[in-house]
């Protein structure tokens, strides 16, 4: 018998047991949710003999690598029904992505016309119930003579180190150069469907050879995948990229590829945003700095950034002297806070910037507003003491809840703790500083988990994940402690005895990227923008010729209360009007005809076409401008 430990209980097994049969032991009654196992804390497949004092986690369907050994699983199931309609079909590789997985293949051209073929194949694969089997080579020889024909994988192979476990998977005729683990069978396969396909190259490099790429997702169950796909056909309606050329809010240039251009109405929206921001940071105390984009090198030499982020990094000579453009903010403000002396007292120091920052971005990744190479972050750098930090992070949970909350947005926070090495600081310090932001963290009341380990080299950090109205989730915001940059740059306070000091740092973004932020926005409001934030507030539509003088002084008045508004006294039909104010999503329409010339009153309809009637021209304006001045996320009318 063999003796290992599962949830802290030991248990006696038969010599050579599986995974598998221990599985069936301890979870009988669900063991056909079972996929995986972490043996040891490394994850493996149920078919993995035990040892001696093995401590095992079982991996079920629902678990995060659960999901992930379920795609991968799937990957390789595609790969397969590839190779057998196009058998002269050379696999790449197969990754699991956020949404699903993909493949890419060489020496083959698939089309989306191709699909149904493809899952036909998948799902005699599936019928076939295969079982996936791990076999492991002995050298690197070994394993590329299984692959005679596959360049692709014998340079995967090449660059693994000698000690390496080179390790392979079949399914049937179907094998793989794979890590794992995997499902053990394709018959879990239950529900699939592919997506898009795509050009790629290897390796990401345009030099290297050109492949296709084919884009797939997978779910245990018909009804799981039947929701996932209602899902993505509510996200293409909302996809930003759609929306803000079609309510003409921004663009995308050839001759700036990753750097947006806004347009007037697009704006509209910004300035309403950093206005908040502003008003906000203000409130909390904040001072606001500009500092420079082009920083000399030695700079980012002190900051590490040179040496470690350079090939992320725009830079030029000037003068026989080397500069980058600068991809985040920090550096800067530890030189503002260079320019005079601190004390104690002047703690905590609130220092804030919306600085515009590069960063070089490859050409595949970028994505509308969400992955840019130019963006604007909403930066802030608190010089405190270790005393203070809780009280401080505490303040900025708070502010974390008033912005998010001002656009209906829910979130969770996520405090990532010390790295098991590569870390500066004493362990001392930094249990202080994770107890500091731990007990912020349960005084805010905000839901929040802990992932250890994964915290920055510098300190630990809180990142706050968004959801938007269809329940996806966003990393936008993020709070960090660090002990690193206030030492490189020599910065130092006068503590209450007289001495010096280096000031602990806390250093924090709400927007994170303005851009990406603004284009969660986008598809979180479906382009349709509260009052406050609307880039078209009112639209005045006339009936005929002759009430387009009353259509001005209507339009004036709205100007002088600081509502945004247009006049349409075009030649086209009220309803058509009516129909292009509402597809650029405006949110009330006035509607001025004999009637509301002679009354002197409007005639107001809503974008979501609620009809309100004839009102009073002044009535509107209060209620209107209580809606946009409390930032409301509904109509008041």
Not at 87 to 108: K, R
Not at 308 to 319: A, F, K, R
Not at 566 to 592: C, G, H, P
Request: aromatic share 10%; proline share 4%.
């Amino acid at each position: 018998m063999t003796t290992v430990l599962h949830k802290e209980q030991t248990y006696q097994v038969a010599e050579n047991s599986t995974a598998a049969d221990f599985a069936k032991t301890v979870h009988p009654s669900n063991f056909s949710q079972i996929v995986g196992v972490s043996v040891n804390g490394v994850l493996k497949d149920l078919s993995t003999v035990l040892a001696p004092n093995d401590d095992i986690r079982f991996i079920f369907l629902d678990d995060p690598e659960g999901r992930e050994i379920f795609l991968h699983s799937s990957a390789h199931l595609l790969a397969q029904a590839v190779l057998r309609l196009w058998p002269q079909a050379q696999p790449t590789i197969g990754p699991v992505i956020e949404q699903g997985f993909y493949y890419d293949f060489a020496n083959v051209s698939i089309s989306e016309l191709d699909f149904p073929k493809i899952e036909a194949v998948m799902a005699e694969i599936v019928a076939e119930s295969l079982s996936i089997r791990r076999e492991v080579f002995s050298n690197k020889v070994e394993a590329s003579q299984a692959f005679p024909n596959n360049p692709f994988k014998k340079e995967l192979i090449a660059e693994l180190s000698e000690d390496s476990s080179i390790t392979g998977y079949r399914q049937g005729e179907f094998f793989d150069l794979c890590r794992g683990p995997h499902l053990p069978s394709t018959k879990l396969i239950k529900a699939f469907k592919l997506l898009k396909t795509s050009a790629a190259y290897w390796r990401g490099d345009p030099s290297k050879a050109s492949l296709v790429r084919v884009y797939g997702i997978s779910f245990p169950t018909t009804k799981e995948l039947r929701a996932h796909l209602q899902f993505l056909e509510e996200a293409k309606k909302r996809d930003h990229r759609v929306l803000g050329s079609r309510l003409d809010l921004f663009s995308q240039q050839d001759f700036s590829p990753g750097m947006p251009f806004f347009h007037p109405r697009g704006m509209i929206v910004w300035d309403a945003l950093i206005q908040f921001w502003k008003d906000l940071h203000k409130n909390a105390g904040y001072l606001q700095i500009k500092t420079p984009q082009l920083l000399n090198r030695k700079l980012w030499e002190i900051s590490g950034h040179w040496e470690n982020y350079s090939e992320n990094m725009y830079t030029l000579s000037i003068d026989n002297d080397d500069y980058a453009i600068k991809p985040m903010n920090c550096p800067g403000c530890m030189l503002y806070y260079k320019t005079s002396l601190h004390s104690y007292r002047d703690f905590p120091l609130r220092v804030a910037e919306i600085g515009h920052v590069h960063r070089q971005e490859a050409s595949g990744a970028l994505s509308g507003l969400m992955r840019v190479r130019s963006f604007h972050q909403d930066d802030a750098h608190v010089f405190l003491t270790t005393e203070q930090v809780e009280n401080e992070t505490l303040a900025i949970l708070q502010l974390v809840e008033k912005l998010y909350g001002t656009f209906g947005l829910d979130y969770h926070l996520e405090l990532s703790t010390k790295p098991e090495k590569s870390t500066i600081g004493s362990d001392e310090i930094w249990e202080l500083a994770t107890q500091a932001l731990t007990r912020a963290l349960q005084s805010c009341g905000k839901e929040f988990k802990i992932s250890p380990g994964e915290g920055a080299f510098y300190g630990p950090k809180i990142d706050i994940h968004v959801k938007d109205a269809i329940g996806r989730t966003w990393q936008c915001g993020t709070i960090q402690l660090d002990m690193f940059l206030p030492e490189r740059f020599d910065l130092n306070y006068t503590d209450s005895e007289g001495k010096k000091q280096v000031p602990i740092m806390l250093h924090r973004a709400l927007f994170g990227s303005i851009e990406r932020f603004l284009g969660i926005l986008i598809e979180h409001f479906k382009g349709r923008f509260p009052l406050w934030l609307s880039p078209e507030q009112v639209r005045i539509v006339t009936v005929a010729d002759r009430h387009a003088d009353f259509g001005k002084i209507v339009l004036q008045k709205l100007h002088e209360q600081n509502i945004i508004a247009t006049l349409d006294d075009s030649n086209e039909s009220v309803s058509k009007k009516i129909r292009n104010a509402q597809n650029m999503q405006v949110n009330y329409m006035l509607t001025l005809g004999d009637k509301e010339c002679e009354n002197q009153t409007i005639s107001i309809r809503t974008r979501d076409n609620r009809v309100i009637g004839e009102k009073n021209l002044e009535e509107f304006i209060s209620v209107i401008s209580l809606e946009r001045d409390n930032k409301s996320l509904h109509a008041l009318i």
